[in-house]
């Protein structure tokens, strides 16, 4: 399916939590694609009793949150990423929304109340400074994690060698810091979600019989110069791609429904293949 440079390779009830979507802006998040996404999902899983929906990349969670609001045979959701600070996050919105909510109004209040550029972005590297220390205990550091995301540079996250945080400050004058309703919201809804940190091949472990996964990995780049998977130290690179694949075999094998997404590398480069070739089996590409 070729849609806003994404390939999607395919191997409703409104509930609690109707302000739930991603608390944090990830690159690549799906949230303009979920659309065209579920109309491609899996009839099955719509019928499974206690489906156990299973997501090894879960970036921001704008898939995640709107299958838990959609999907009522849900029964539980297991989420991973190799992204430690993201995942601490995930699990402070999830145990500690109050005490998240009141960290970050305290930040709120003290950044909008600085009335130059030049004040804003000292603070803001202030913050950057501290989050970097990788010291801080969980809810602060998640405090900070939102802050910066939600006033860096176009909301990136990037890391570098040392796994630092080194996006400049986006000069923003009034961001919403504190998304109160949407903290709460995606609190009610991660009560029933496992939260896992590490290798996406170790969610397998977690399957039941009635399991469906949605895979959304670090794209590969259309162009040398349009990289940006720089969300962890550990790059995903071809290699991983392929070594991804072959879990995808894996869960075929096994009898598992699953359905990726990625970079749609032939929209840049019509001759580039890397794609076609590595899911050929799996052609039902809409």
Not at 66 to 94: G, H, P, Q
Not at 101 to 122: G, H, V, W
Not at 198 to 220: C, I, M, R, V, W
Not at 269 to 286: H, I, V
Request: glycine residues 4%; aromatic residues 12%.
């Amino acid at each position: 399916m070729k849609n806003d440079k994404n390939r999607i390779i395919n191997g409703s009830r409104q509930s609690a939590g109707l302000s739930a979507k991603p608390f944090v802006k990830w690159v690549g998040g799906k949230s303009q694609l979920i659309p065209s996404i579920s109309k491609i999902l899996p009839q099955e899983i719509f019928e499974m009793p206690d489906l156990v929906y299973i997501e090894p990349f879960v970036g921001g969670g704008a898939m995640l949150f709107w299958m838990l609001k959609s999907i009522k045979n849900i029964r539980k959701a297991v989420i991973n990423d190799i992204n430690s600070d993201l995942t601490t996050a995930y699990f402070a919105v999830k145990n500690n929304v109050n005490e998240l909510i009141a960290r970050l109004k305290n930040i709120e209040q003290e950044y909008q109340s600085l009335t130059s550029e030049e004040s804003r972005k000292i603070f803001y590297l202030t913050m950057r400074e501290r989050y970097n220390t990788k010291s801080l205990e969980d809810i602060e550091n998640t405090a900070l994690f939102i802050f910066l995301n939600h006033t860096c540079f176009n909301g990136l996250h990037r890391v570098n060698s040392k796994g630092l945080f080194n996006v400049p400050f986006g000069k923003y004058t009034n961001p919403t810091i504190c998304d109160e309703d949407t903290l709460l919201a995606d609190s009610e809804l991660l009560q029933k979600v496992e939260i896992l940190t590490g290798d996406f091949e170790q969610t397998l472990d977690y399957a039941t019989e009635n399991s469906f996964f949605y895979f959304d990995p670090p794209y590969k780049p259309l162009s040398q110069t349009s990289s940006f998977n720089s969300y962890a130290r550990e790059a995903f690179n071809d290699a991983e791609q392929v070594r991804l694949k072959h879990f995808c075999d894996k869960l075929n094998d096994k009898g598992y429904l699953w359905l990726l997404s990625n970079s749609d590398v032939k929209s840049n480069d019509p001759n580039n293949n890397f794609f076609d070739d590595l899911y050929s089996c799996y052609l039902d590409c809409a």
